[in-house]
């Protein structure tokens, strides 16, 4: 999979087929998230796999989704974070992009759903009472056929300037500086990472041979840290930078406050 291409290609798909993964694919999807977990340590989230889609979708129709309509697929997969601690949060949705590529090189679409606003009583009736702080679910299985005369939704993108910055906040960077230091295609590609309602509330602070990432203090969603941080180490490693990132102090700068810093 090229990962430049997915990235602009990716979409969470909302319709899914009533058609169940096959059993062999279900069993190297949680060979993935044992991996996953693995690779974290610490037991600082777990991944579950459930199959019972059909169950889950009907007791959350009304209450998560979109507008309360529930994303119905065969099955789902849940992230629960089991201390709310900040590296956790950003761990566990880094951990559950990363499964989301690797479903997507086995042709397996997905879609996040939030449960935030849902009772942990119903939660824990749906899911079972041990998972009733679960907070989100990917919604996982095979894509319906796209209509070829539906027309694609495209959402806008923040260009490099507003988002890439070199020494402070509002002082935009020079893009042919970045094209010099060969990494234009990161900032350009990064762009396309998904985050809560496509609000791209992260930014890039360029300082020396580093790189801060911040969030807006708007749209503090940790989650979406997780997920750029991932795209981002993903990207760089294309072009030969196999470092990754490190927790940055909990500065705020105009309104955007530092998460975590990458050595080029």
Not at 75 to 100: Q, V, W
Not at 150 to 173: C, D, H, M, P, T
């Amino acid at each position: 999979m090229l990962m430049t291409n997915f990235l602009k290609d990716r979409e969470s798909i909302r319709d899914f087929k009533r058609t169940e993964i096959g059993q062999e694919e279900i069993k190297n999807i949680k060979k993935e998230i044992k991996k996953l977990e693995e690779e974290a340590g610490s037991g600082i989230f777990e991944i579950k796999f459930f199959e019972n889609g059909r169950d889950i979708s009907k007791g959350f129709e009304g209450k998560a989704g979109y507008s309360g309509v529930m994303i119905e697929s065969p099955h789902y997969i849940s992230l629960d974070i089991r201390e709310k601690t900040d590296d956790a949060i950003i761990n566990g949705s880094y951990s559950l992009e990363k499964l989301i590529s690797r479903l997507h090189e086995m042709d397996i679409a997905t879609c996040w759903v939030t449960l935030s606003g849902v009772s942990e009583d119903v939660i824990g009736e749906v899911l079972g009472e041990e998972n009733y702080d679960t907070e989100y679910l990917l919604a996982i299985g095979y894509a319906k056929p796209r209509n070829p005369f539906e027309k694609k939704s495209f959402s806008a993108r923040k260009s490099i300037e507003e988002l890439v910055f070199q020494g402070e906040i509002g002082n935009s960077v020079d893009l042919d500086t970045l094209e010099q230091r060969g990494l234009l295609d990161l900032f350009y590609y990064v762009r396309y990472a998904p985050s809560t309602k496509n609000l791209q509330p992260w930014r890039f602070l360029m300082n020396g041979n580093k790189v801060i990432l911040l969030l807006d203090e708007n749209n503090l969603n940790l989650t979406d840290a997780g997920i750029i941080m991932y795209y981002f180490e993903a990207l760089a490693s294309i072009i030969g930078i196999r470092t990754t990132w490190k927790k940055s102090d909990q500065k705020i700068e105009k309104g955007f406050k530092r998460i975590a810093e990458f050595t080029l």
